[in-house]
């Protein structure tokens, strides 16, 4: 080879799970057999593994990958996610849905929510939720994929998946090894730094086998093996904002309304408790914080209200939400929990794996590490966690719960500027602001702020004060109508996955 040649020509990934072999099959995909992909894995060192659900944009991976929705379902376990029900958080009693697409079609200038905010003030009954297709469908337990036809509310919405995490990480352990990638089974004991650089030249395996590569991608967990470990890049901690650090984890047997074709997240006295449906069992878990409640507390809360027996003992898992100060040091990129933590309330865990991904393919470097591509791969990913991070805040701020310590001190914390801003805009006038790299649309924003009574004090200056109530409300009723209907022509969900092959044998 030339030695001008600054190729990258072997790539270490340290760590599995969902992190570890979502990077490597995209790695071997988009690298073929240029370069070798070793993956240093141990089956003593559990992985997380709770990251069931998921946001849209995984449709994109799995497409570029060229792996088929059915038999991705089909090995995964995996169901249809039209959203997110939240329960009891803006109050005891209510709940809303956070719907993947938009809320109707606008027929005029007016956004679509300026017209319910009207009609509303008018006296209809219908809600906001009444004007999301997701909704429509989900509240039925139906599905069917969306209509291309764009004068349809069925092109309204768009999905995601549950799916058992271990059993993807499986499948795509497999897509990778068939691709060239090799697995080492073993512990990394010790890390070697080069002299001149920092860079890390080496890792050392607990039996003395030695790994070398020109870049490291770091997918340890929470440990951060080599980030933190080796490089002591340096973490910042969110807590102030996101006061939960703890997490109980246990599966079900299915039952209840089984198979409903969405999350749930329902707020409890120290935290929130999420409900994920896989065709083979549920997902439960209780994230919490522990100033306000014990692990043993937790436990007995998580299994108090389960829909089925449980199939496990109790998980705990112990975090600090922030990010590492960089994610990409040296020749060491971090991607999943070695880049840093946000608790799963909007199923942003895979996302953040996937984006960590596709900005290194982005910025895919050569072995000269060119401090420029460095600095955009960190600023980009930085600015997306922020812009997360102020979404997720949202939530815990928003409350008008008295009811617990935890929720009377989200509601009266201080936030970040960036959110404060977004908030006073929405509650002066219904206006949506947006920012550079925000993941989470309109849409989204328009669903936390009225399904947690952030009420606009007054509406869009284009709506016609004389006669606009009522043309406003003819839209609203006709939108829910239409919106109904289409829900209730769809297949129950269950039946759409058999329909397409997608259930497990």
Not at 150 to 169: E, I, K, M
Request: aromatic share 10%; with cysteine; hydrophobic share 45%.
């Amino acid at each position: 080879m030339d030695g001008s040649d600054q190729r990258i020509r072997s790539v270490a990934i340290v760590g599995g799970g969902t992190a570890g072999w979502m990077t490597a099959a995209a790695l071997a995909h988009a690298l073929g057999r240029r370069c070798t992909i070793t993956l240093i894995e141990s089956d003593e060192i559990g992985t997380v593994g709770v990251g069931e659900a998921t946001i849209p944009p995984i449709k994109l991976f799995n497409e570029t990958l060229g792996i088929a929705e059915a038999d991705f379902l089909r090995e995964t376990r995996g169901t249809f996610k039209l959203g997110i029900e939240f329960v009891d958080w803006a109050q005891r009693g209510h709940r809303y849905f956070h719907p993947f697409g938009t809320f109707g079609k606008p027929f005029d200038l007016v956004a679509v929510h300026q017209h319910w905010l009207a009609a509303r003030a008018a006296g209809s009954p219908v809600t906001l939720d009444d004007l999301s297709m997701a909704w429509g469908a989900a509240r039925l337990g139906r599905f069917a994929a969306p209509m291309a036809d764009p004068r349809s509310v069925a092109s309204t919405f768009d999905y995601a998946y549950h799916f058992d995490a271990g059993l993807y990480a499986r499948f795509l352990r497999r897509y990778a090894e068939e691709r060239g990638v090799v697995r080492v089974e073993g512990k990394v004991g010790d890390v070697t730094l080069r002299g001149d650089d920092g860079h890390v030249a080496s890792v050392t395996l607990a039996d003395g086998r030695l790994v070398a590569a020109d870049l490291f991608v770091d997918c340890s967990g929470f440990r951060g093996l080599l980030i933190e470990g080796a490089l002591a890049t340096g973490y910042e901690d969110w807590t102030h904002w996101l006061p939960c650090d703890r997490a109980v984890a246990v599966p079900c047997a299915t039952g209840g309304d089984a198979l409903t074709p969405y999350t749930r997240s329902t707020a409890r006295a120290a935290g929130w408790q999420w409900r994920i449906p896989l065709q083979h069992r549920t997902g439960n878990g209780y994230v919490y914080c522990s100033r306000h409640s014990s692990d043993d507390e937790a436990v007995a809360t998580v299994m108090a209200n389960l829909d089925g027996a449980p199939l496990a003992e109790p998980r705990l898992l112990r975090f600090t939400t922030g990010r590492r100060r960089t994610f990409w040091n040296r020749n060491v990129v971090a991607i999943g929990l070695a880049s840093g933590f946000m608790e799963p309330l909007e199923s942003t865990s895979i996302h953040l794996i996937q984006t960590g991904i596709a900005k290194l393919l982005a910025y895919f470097p050569t072995r000269a590490f060119d401090p420029l591509i460095v600095a955009e791969y960190n600023r980009v990913a930085i600015t997306e966690y922020e812009r997360i991070r102020d979404f997720l805040i949202l939530h815990y701020k928003l409350t008008t719960r008295d009811d617990a310590p935890l929720w009377r001190d989200c509601a009266a914390m201080v936030i970040p500027d960036t959110l404060a801003l977004r908030i006073a805009h929405f509650r002066h006038g219904g206006r949506l602001v947006a920012r550079e790299m925000d993941l989470f649309g309109p849409a989204s924003w328009l669903a936390v702020h009225i399904g947690q009574r952030n009420i606009p004090l007054s509406g869009d200056p284009l709506l016609d004060p004389a006669g606009g109530a009522s043309t406003s409300r003819s839209f609203v009723d006709r939108l829910a109508a239409a919106i109904d209907g289409m829900a209730r022509s769809m297949p129950e969900h269950h039946a759409y996955l058999r329909r397409i092959g997608a259930l497990a044998g």
